[in-house]
């Protein structure tokens, strides 16, 4: 196997965070309410939306954290 084979053919323990955003999205009885609203927004709409930004954030971290290896 050459390098760049060998360098996607692991799993690494950053690869969680993926799962830990997709559940926290693909449950929706979870978050299917609309309290407590946040400057008028119901809970169902806000949360979505924080997914969003959290979700870059994850991906930027296991981007990161998987590049240095």
């Not at 053919?9 to 690869?15: K, Q």
């Not at 930004?53 to 290896?69: C, G, K, T």
């Amino acid at each position: 196997m050459n390098g760049v084979q060998k360098k996607y053919a692991t799993w690494n323990w950053w690869y969680l965070l993926f799962i830990v955003q997709f559940i926290a999205v693909l449950w929706p009885p979870f978050y299917n309410k609309a309290e407590p609203s946040w400057m008028g927004v119901p809970f169902f709409y806000w949360y979505q939306m924080l997914w969003v930004i959290l979700a870059a954030i994850f991906n930027a971290v296991v981007y990161f954290a998987v590049a240095e290896e």
